[in-house]
């Protein structure tokens, strides 16, 4: 999956990790997207980590997050 290559190196705990791999999880279907070579869900990864640095939530990052990738 595209968001554990990009925490793989990353300084985060392991809860930060959970609740970023279900923010991204959630947003996945929501958005219906299955491929994950898809460079969308690349992009998609990228944001959910941009705002888990602000927000708990992983509904509500999910959320942030796709809201973000449609302006």
């Given amino acids: 999956m595209p968001i554990d290559r990009l925490l793989k ?16 999880a959630y947003a996945l279907r929501s958005l219906g997207l299955v491929d994950r070579n898809d460079p969308l869900t690349e992009m998609l ?13 992983p509904a509500k990052i999910s959320e942030i997050a796709i809201k973000r990738l449609r302006v």
Avoid at 45 to 57: F, Y
Wanted: glycine share 6%; hydrophobic share 35%.
């Fill in 45 to 57: 990864a990228r944001k959910i980590i941009e705002v888990g640095v602000t927000e708990s939530d």
């Fill in 9 to 24: 190196d990353s300084k985060l705990g392991q809860d930060e990790i959970k609740k970023l791999n279900a923010a991204y």
